[in-house]
């Protein structure tokens, strides 16, 4: 079983930043496609951020220029740098990871980012 957990979150003014970790349990990692999704208050879950296996990425229009995936395969953790935060990406955070492989998919417990303003 692979256990994906996440940390980093907390509550920080507008235009301040945050660094979001997320740490699998396992090497399986390396064949990983990771995702950061976030779900605001009376929203839907959305798709933030996205890393290949060979670390291409995308982003949601509504945080490009602003937060930046990464990963490090070494320890099986993918990062999410959020800068210039804004009262609209509170939220919880969640960490996805699908293992290319089985295409099976894992989540973490989610962590919650506040923007006050």
């Known amino acids: 079983q692979v256990e994906l957990v996440e940390s980093g979150g907390g509550v920080v003014q507008a235009g301040g930043s945050l660094r979001l970790s997320c740490a699998a349990s396992?090497?399986?990692?390396?064949?990983?496609?990771m995702a950061w999704y976030r779900q605001g208050p009376g929203k839907q879950l959305e798709l933030v951020a996205r890393?290949?296996?060979?670390?291409?990425?995308m982003y949601a229009d509504s945080v490009k220029g602003r937060f930046t995936i990464s990963r490090d395969n070494a320890k099986n953790t993918v990062y999410l740098q959020m800068n210039s935060l804004k009262p609209d990406d509170t939220g919880t955070y969640y960490c996805?990871?699908?293992?290319?492989?089985?295409?099976?998919?894992?989540w973490g417990q989610g962590t919650q980012v506040t923007v006050s303003s």
């Open positions: 396992t090497n399986i990692f390396t064949v990983m496609i």
């Open positions: 996805n990871g699908r293992h290319l492989p089985s295409s099976r998919e894992y």
């Open positions: 890393i290949t296996v060979g670390g291409s990425t």
